[in-house]
């Protein structure tokens, strides 16, 4: 359910972001993983926050703190959030090649995505 909805708002909304020429299939060989993965933290932060406060910033939010009513409020999150999340997936295409930022948005990131905004907002309050 949250798969296929935050696809379709991504899909649905283009957004245009200008985007720095990504290193070659040659340069990304020559930077190790730990240095990607710092370079991609900030982003992943950054798209992370921008959901945790649309979703703490929801009237819903004080009935909901986790299960399907906080996946619900992530999706409807999502179309606020395009700007910091399209970064992010293009930065991990810039870094490990085109289509692996869909593929890291798809699967780990929107797997870990509710234990992270629940860690946010719990923190916030």
Do not use: H, W
Not at 32 to 51: F, G, H, Y
Not at 52 to 58: E, L
Not at 92 to 103: I, M, Q, R, T, V
């Amino acid at each position: 359910m949250i798969l296929a909805a935050i696809v379709a708002a991504t899909l649905v909304v283009p957004v245009s972001l200008e985007r720095a020429v990504p290193p070659s299939p040659d340069q990304r060989a020559n930077v190790p993983t730990s240095r990607q993965v710092a370079a991609l933290r900030p982003l992943i932060n950054s798209a992370t926050e921008c959901i945790a406060r649309k979703v703490s910033a929801d009237p819903r939010f004080a009935k909901v703190m986790q299960g399907a009513g906080l996946n619900e409020l992530i999706v409807d999150s999502v179309q606020s959030c395009l700007a910091p999340l399209r970064a992010m997936i293009d930065a991990y295409d810039g870094l490990f090649g085109d289509g692996a930022g869909e593929e890291f948005f798809m699967g780990r990131y929107l797997d870990e995505l509710p234990a992270a905004v629940t860690a946010r907002v719990k923190d916030s309050r």
